[in-house]
C-alpha cells in the first residue's frame, strides 16, 4: 500500500475517448517537482493500470509521460466501441474513477509538496 | 505577410458568447474559424444525418459571426458542420446559413465542400489495393461498404484551401480535421504546417484551454512565421503554459504525435513559454509529411431501432436479489417473442450498480440503496422494439419474487410514457485509412450566392 493518494499530487485526473475505438486518461501532476517524482519511481506502471481496469497489458496502447504537460498519458482500446450495444459511455469520460483510489509508494513526497 | 490573425469563437452551436466574440473580431483576424463537430457524440449523428444541437442555437451562433467576418471582409470557415459533415447535415446547415442571411440582410458567396463518400468509388478503391484500418479490428471488406448507412472521409487543409481559393466568403464543410479548419489560412499563405496544425488543434475548442476553461469563451492567436502566440479576448481569462500544454493532450491518444491527413504533426519539440499573465508562446511543432498521403474515413451502419424504458427500484429486497430477477425476466420475455418476425437484442442497465464502466468496473459487488433500471431493447423494426420493451417492463414490474413484501409493483416511473421509442441506430464500424494521390478528389467543391 502506497503512502500518498493520487488525488494530493494531481490537478487533473480525466478519461475521454480518443476516436470511437479508443479510450484515453490524464493524469496532470500538481507541480513539477511532483510529476519527476512520479516519472523517475515508477510508482505508477502499465501493469498496474491493466490489473486496476482488467484489461490485457496488451490493449494499453499508449503509456507515455509528457514533459511540457507535466502529464502522464494512458491510452487503451475500449472494451466495446462507443455507443454500440451494452457501452455505457459513449464520451468514455466517466471511465477515470478507479484511478482516484490510486495510493502511490513515493517515500520523497513530502506533505509540504503537496500544498 | 507577416504574421496571421486566427479567432476562435467556440464550436458552432454550443452557445458562443457574442461579447466575446466582439472583443475577438477587434483584434482584427484574417480569418475565423469554427468547428461545428465531431464524431465524439456517437454514430447515431453520422446515421441518421440531423444535427447534433437544435438549428435555433446554431442560427444564434451563426449570425454575429457572419455580420463580423462580412464586415471585414474576411473568410469564415466553418468544418464538420453540422455534426459529422454527411450531406445531410451540410444541406441542413447551408438552409440554415440561408436563413440567417435573409433575415439579417446579407449577401455572400459560399464555397461548399463536401465530404461524404460514394460506395461504388470506395468498392473501386478497394478492389485496387487492400485499406488498412485505423481503430477498426480489420482491414476493410465489400460487405463494410455495403452495409454503411453514411460513410464521410475526414479532410485534411487542402480542400478548405480550395474552398477559400474560390474567393468564398464562407467556406462550409462536411468531416475535417478541427485543427485543419484553423490551418488553412495560414498554410495557403505559406506559413509553417507543424504550427499551423498545432495551433488549431488548440483553437478549436475556443477558451475551453484557457483558466477559466469555457465552452462558450473566444480565443485567439497570432501566427509568425517561428511560433505563435494565444491570449483570450476576454480580460478575466488566461492562457497559462500548464492550461495551453495539458490541452494538448486532450482527446487524442498520444502526446507527442498528432496524425493527420498526409503527415503526423511532431510535438516532441514543441515549447511553450509565458509570455506574460495571459498569453502564451509556442514554438517547435514539427510537420513530418508522409511518403503516402491518406485520408481517415468513418462509417456506421444501421443496427436497429431502440425502445427504452427507465425505472428506480428502492426496494431492498428486490435490490438483494435483482440479477436473478432480470434473468428471470429476460427468459420470460424471450419465451413470449420467440416466434416472433424479426432480431432483437435485451439489455438491463442497472444504475448505481456498474452501469457505467462494464467490464472496466472494480467495484461489481457493490450493492446501492436504490437502482435506476434501464431497460433497452434493440429490434429490427420499430414496433416490435415497443412491444418487447412494454413486455419486459410488465415483467419486471410485476415480478412476484420471493420474500416479496411490496405486491403493488417495482418499478418507480420518473414520468408517463414509461416506455420511449428513440428510432433508429447505428454503430461504428468503419474507421480506415484511404490512400489518395489528390488531397482533394474525396471532396468536391460547389459555389453558391446566398441572400
Not at chain 1, 486518461?25 to 513539477?32: A, G, I, P
Not at chain 2, 471582409?73 to 440567417?100: C, H, K, M, W, Y
Not at chain 2, 477559400?164 to 464562407?170: E, P
Not at chain 2, 471532396?443 to 450566392?449: A, C, K, R, S, T
Amino acid at each position: 500500500m502506497g503512502n500518498v493518494s493520487i488525488r494530493d499530487i494531481c490537478t487533473v485526473i480525466r478519461s475521454k475517448q480518443a476516436g470511437p475505438f479508443r479510450l484515453t486518461f490524464d493524469l496532470l501532476f500538481k507541480t513539477k517537482q511532483l510529476y519527476e517524482i512520479v516519472k523517475m519511481s515508477g510508482a505508477i506502471s502499465k501493469r498496474q493500470i491493466a490489473d486496476l481496469y482488467r484489461m490485457p497489458e496488451e490493449k494499453i496502447t499508449d503509456f507515455v509521460f509528457y514533459d511540457p504537460g507535466l502529464a502522464l498519458k494512458i491510452s487503451m482500446v475500449r472494451p466495446k466501441v462507443a455507443g454500440d450495444p451494452g457501452d455505457g459511455d459513449v464520451y468514455g469520460c466517466q471511465q477515470h474513477a478507479p484511478l482516484l483510489g490510486l495510493k502511490l509508494s513515493l517515500p520523497d513526497v513530502t506533505g509540504d509538496m503537496m500544498k | 505577410m507577416r504574421e496571421i490573425r486566427a479567432l476562435s469563437p467556440g464550436k458552432l452551436g454550443h452557445g458562443c458568447n457574442p461579447h466575446e466574440i466582439a472583443m475577438g473580431l477587434d483584434f482584427n483576424p484574417h480569418f475565423v474559424a469554427m468547428d461545428a463537430g465531431s464524431t465524439d457524440i456517437g454514430a447515431y449523428y453520422l446515421g441518421a444525418g440531423v444535427p447534433f444541437f437544435p438549428p435555433i442555437s446554431i442560427k444564434a451562433d451563426l449570425a454575429p459571426v457572419l455580420h463580423g467576418t462580412l464586415k471585414r471582409n474576411i473568410p469564415l470557415i466553418i468544418g464538420n458542420a453540422i455534426a459529422t459533415g454527411n450531406n445531410r447535415q451540410l444541406d441542413t446547415a447551408l438552409s440554415l446559413l440561408e436563413e440567417v442571411a435573409r433575415e439579417n440582410g446579407l449577401r455572400f458567396k459560399v464555397a461548399v465542400v463536401r465530404s461524404e463518400q460514394d460506395k461504388d468509388y470506395l468498392k473501386r478503391r478497394l478492389r485496387e489495393q487492400p485499406i488498412q484500418p485505423l481503430g477498426a479490428p480489420k482491414e476493410l471488406t465489400v460487405e463494410d461498404i455495403d452495409c454503411a448507412a453514411t460513410i464521410v472521409a475526414q479532410m485534411g487543409v487542402e480542400p478548405l484551401i480550395r474552398g477559400l481559393d474560390t474567393g468564398a466568403q464562407v467556406v462550409l464543410a462536411g468531416r475535417a480535421c478541427d485543427d485543419a479548419l484553423f490551418a488553412a489560412v495560414p498554410i495557403r499563405e505559406g506559413f509553417d504546417q507543424g504550427l499551423a496544425l498545432h495551433m488549431g488543434k488548440i483553437m478549436e475548442c475556443g477558451s475551453m484551454s484557457c483558466i477559466p476553461g469555457d465552452l462558450h469563451g473566444s480565443l485567439f492567436a497570432w501566427l509568425q512565421r517561428d511560433h505563435f502566440i494565444l491570449e483570450p479576448p476576454l480580460k478575466t481569462r488566461r492562457c497559462s503554459v500548464h492550461s495551453i500544454a495539458s490541452h494538448t493532450l486532450y482527446e487524442r491518444s498520444n502526446p507527442y504525435l498528432q496524425p493527420g491527413p498526409g503527415g503526423i504533426n511532431d510535438l516532441s519539440t514543441t515549447r511553450f513559454e509565458q509570455v506574460d499573465e495571459r498569453r502564451v508562446k509556442i514554438w517547435g511543432s514539427k510537420w513530418i509529411k508522409d511518403p503516402v498521403y491518406k485520408l481517415k474515413i468513418e462509417g456506421v451502419r444501421f443496427s436497429g431501432y431502440r425502445t427504452i424504458c427507465i425505472g428506480g427500484i428502492r426496494d431492498p429486497i428486490l435490490i438483494s436479489r435483482i440479477d436473478e430477477e432480470l434473468s428471470a425476466a429476460e427468459a420470460n420475455t424471450r419465451e413470449r417473442f420467440r416466434s416472433c418476425q424479426g432480431n432483437y437484442q435485451m439489455i438491463f442497465r442497472q444504475y448505481g450498480r456498474n452501469a457505467v464502466m462494464g467490464a472496466l468496473e472494480p467495484e461489481k459487488e457493490y450493492v446501492p440503496i436504490e437502482l435506476g433500471l434501464l431497460i433497452e431493447i434493440i429490434a429490427d423494426t420499430q414496433e416490435l422494439a415497443n412491444a418487447i420493451c412494454m413486455y419486459a417492463r410488465g415483467t419486471i414490474q410485476h415480478a412476484y419474487y420471493p420474500g416479496i413484501l411490496a405486491t403493488a409493483g417495482n418499478l418507480a416511473y420518473p414520468f408517463s410514457p414509461f416506455t420511449v421509442p428513440c428510432g433508429p441506430m447505428y454503430q461504428f464500424h468503419i474507421d480506415h485509412l484511404l490512400p489518395m494521390e489528390d488531397p482533394c478528389a474525396c471532396f468536391p467543391i460547389e459555389v453558391l450566392n446566398l441572400k
